[in-house]
């Protein structure tokens, strides 16, 4: 079978007098194929120069034609122009074309004329498409690798929608990117819309519905000075989401949804975030508590013997990235094997099934702090399971119906609740409904709990103290 491929631009008249011979050659010779490709004026200098320097030919007018090879192992053997096609088929054939200049003309103008619809309707189709923006930042994050595949859980973002997934590291390698990108690609999921990857990040966060970050800054000194590191970190951690923060405010949709993850001064990131884009709802701001909350249960779990899924209604409150503590005066527990037994779903305080009180005040602080760190230097690698399962546990509450009766931890900015500073984002309860969340109002503030919170409240405003000092020299 002879299969060629005939290439031209949409109001060339010669490309209109080959496409009749193509098609008479086709009609009349059953083991004769032919391929079209219709390119518009303005676009066929850059197709043309791609594809000869990607095959290997010098062709530099209109039309081209090619015969494929495919089927004996090799690559495209280039014919030539109308004339090379003309002379083949008339030598292989004995076919010629006849077709005078003014129906040249009148086939070349209703070639561009179709062209330029079907780009039209090709543009209706993508913008009718609608797909959902997410934007994940630092996306060579090894946490980035777990998350993408559980984005595409049935049920997570409600209706199906098509999802756009874009990928930013702007200190990351290209081809690093490139092939997150493939691996994305090979995942050959029906929702995936389309997988961009960008390094830089001047138009980064266009028409975003969700913004997930990952970034974490690493010391690139080393000190013994610790303040000036600290210091040092907040100047890097201010400058880079204070842009951020302006790129969302400029590219984002307004009813964009952020979350910021990580091991480093979330909090801190979370508040620069809002702060420097006004006009979107503070309340579309989250710093993920949800991993430090599952590592409390954990503890909890196995000093009590039980599943980490058996351990509820944990609070932590303050910086989650710092000084906060870990609320046990709502937390029950399930399936406790003690003296007291129930039915299914029988729970009891688990301030009344644990007599080691200093354990409480020590070694379950002392391990919960340490916990993440303990993995990761057996793995040598971030906590990306569990962090992938937090960001996941914030999604599902927020775009679906979860329980209002079910608390969250979620570092949210402060209007003053529970005697909080206003304007800081503070760790503590929340729960959801339709889609919102709202900072639980029946928690009880012991003089022992306010203490505490004053104590994560001083060192989060000292941290936004420290980022404000330095965007002030910085100006």
């Given at each position: 079978?002879?299969?060629?491929?005939?290439?031209?631009?949409?109001?060339?008249?010669?490309?209109?007098?080959?496409?009749?011979?193509?098609?008479?050659?086709?009609?009349?010779?059953?083991?004769?194929h032919?391929?079209?490709?219709?390119?518009?004026?303005?676009?066929?200098?850059?197709?043309?120069?791609?594809?000869?320097?990607?095959?290997?030919?010098?062709?530099?007018?209109?039309?081209?034609?090619?015969?494929?090879?495919?089927?004996?192992?090799?690559?495209?053997?280039l014919?030539?122009?109308?004339?090379?096609f003309?002379?083949?088929?008339?030598?292989?054939?004995?076919?010629?074309?006849?077709?005078?200049?003014?129906?040249?003309?009148?086939?070349?103008?209703?070639?561009?004329?179709?062209?330029e619809?079907?780009?039209?309707?090709?543009?209706?189709?993508?913008?009718?498409?609608?797909?959902?923006?997410?934007?994940?930042?630092?996306?060579?994050?090894?946490?980035?690798?777990?998350?993408i595949?559980?984005?595409?859980?049935?049920?997570?973002?409600?209706?199906?929608?098509?999802?756009?997934?874009?990928?930013?590291?702007?200190?990351g390698s290209?081809?690093?990117?490139?092939?997150?990108?493939?691996?994305?690609?090979?995942?050959?999921?029906?929702?995936?819309?389309?997988?961009?990857?960008?390094?830089?990040?001047?138009?980064?966060?266009?028409?975003?519905?969700?913004?997930?970050?990952?970034?974490?800054?690493?010391?690139?000194?080393?000190?013994?000075?610790?303040?000036?590191?600290?210091?040092?970190?907040?100047?890097?951690?201010?400058?880079?989401?204070?842009?951020?923060?302006?790129?969302?405010?400029?590219?984002?949709?307004?009813?964009?949804?952020?979350?910021?993850?990580?091991?480093?001064?979330?909090n801190?990131?979370?508040?620069?975030?809002?702060?420097?884009?006004?006009?979107?709802d503070?309340?579309?701001?989250?710093?993920?508590?949800?991993?430090?909350?599952?590592?409390?249960?954990?503890?909890?779990?196995?000093?009590?013997?039980?599943?980490?899924?058996?351990?509820?209604?944990?609070?932590?409150?303050?910086?989650?990235?710092?000084?906060?503590?870990?609320?046990?005066?709502?937390?029950?527990?399930?399936?406790?094997?003690?003296?007291?037994?129930?039915?299914?779903?029988?729970?009891?305080?688990?301030?009344?099934m644990?007599?080691?009180?200093k354990?409480?005040?020590?070694?379950?602080?002392?391990?919960?702090?340490?916990?993440?760190?303990?993995i990761?230097?057996?793995?040598?690698?971030?906590?990306?399971?569990?962090?992938?399962?937090?960001?996941?546990?914030?999604?599902?509450?927020?775009?679906?119906?979860?329980?209002?009766?079910?608390?969250?931890?979620?570092?949210?900015?402060?209007?003053?609740?529970?005697?909080?500073?206003?304007?800081?984002?503070?760790?503590?309860?929340?729960?959801?409904?339709?889609?919102?969340?709202?900072?639980?109002?029946?928690?009880?503030?012991?003089?022992?709990?306010?203490?505490?919170?004053?104590?994560?409240?001083?060192?989060?405003?000292?941290?936004?103290?420290?980022?404000?000092?330095?965007?002030?020299?910085d100006?």
């Amino acid at each position: 079978m002879a299969k060629f491929v005939l290439a031209g631009k949409a109001d060339c008249p010669y490309y209109a007098k080959a496409e009749l011979l193509a098609d008479v050659l086709q009609r009349n010779l059953p083991d004769f194929h032919i391929h079209k490709i219709c390119v518009h004026p303005s676009d066929w200098e850059a197709w043309l120069k791609d594809t000869c320097a990607s095959n290997g030919w010098t062709h530099s007018s209109c039309p081209l034609v090619w015969r494929e090879l495919i089927d004996r192992g090799g690559k495209g053997m280039l014919l030539g122009g109308f004339n090379d096609f003309l002379e083949h088929a008339q030598g292989y054939y004995g076919i010629t074309s006849d077709m005078n200049s003014n129906l040249m003309q009148k086939i070349a103008a209703e070639n561009q004329q179709t062209k330029e619809l079907c780009m039209k309707e090709e543009v209706h189709r993508l913008k009718s498409l609608r797909p959902l923006h997410i934007w994940i930042s630092s996306a060579l994050n090894p946490i980035c690798y777990s998350l993408i595949p559980q984005l595409f859980t049935p049920g997570l973002f409600p209706g199906l929608p098509l999802v756009s997934l874009h990928l930013m590291d702007t200190c990351g390698s290209e081809e690093m990117m490139q092939g997150l990108k493939m691996e994305t690609e090979d995942l050959t999921l029906p929702q995936l819309h389309e997988v961009t990857v960008h390094s830089d990040q001047t138009q980064a966060f266009q028409e975003a519905h969700f913004i997930i970050f990952l970034d974490d800054l690493q010391p690139i000194c080393e000190s013994n000075n610790e303040p000036d590191d600290k210091d040092h970190m907040v100047s890097r951690v201010a400058e880079c989401f204070c842009c951020y923060g302006q790129l969302i405010e400029a590219n984002a949709r307004k009813d964009v949804r952020v979350i910021v993850a990580g091991d480093s001064f979330i909090n801190l990131k979370c508040s620069l975030l809002i702060e420097n884009a006004p006009s979107v709802d503070p309340h579309n701001f989250v710093a993920m508590t949800t991993q430090l909350e599952y590592e409390a249960r954990t503890q909890l779990a196995q000093k009590l013997s039980v599943k980490t899924a058996d351990i509820t209604d944990v609070v932590v409150w303050g910086n989650i990235s710092g000084s906060f503590h870990v609320d046990l005066q709502r937390a029950e527990v399930l399936r406790y094997d003690g003296a007291v037994r129930g039915p299914d779903g029988f729970s009891q305080r688990v301030m009344n099934m644990i007599y080691d009180w200093k354990w409480l005040e020590t070694d379950f602080m002392s391990l919960v702090h340490k916990h993440r760190a303990t993995i990761s230097s057996k793995t040598n690698k971030a906590t990306a399971i569990s962090s992938t399962n937090g960001i996941m546990t914030i999604l599902r509450a927020w775009n679906n119906d979860a329980s209002p009766e079910k608390d969250f931890s979620m570092g949210v900015l402060s209007t003053g609740q529970f005697g909080i500073p206003a304007g800081l984002v503070f760790s503590m309860p929340v729960s959801f409904r339709d889609g919102c969340w709202t900072v639980r109002s029946d928690v009880t503030v012991t003089d022992e709990l306010r203490v505490k919170l004053d104590a994560c409240a001083d060192e989060l405003k000292m941290e936004k103290d420290v980022a404000a000092r330095i965007l002030k020299k910085d100006e």
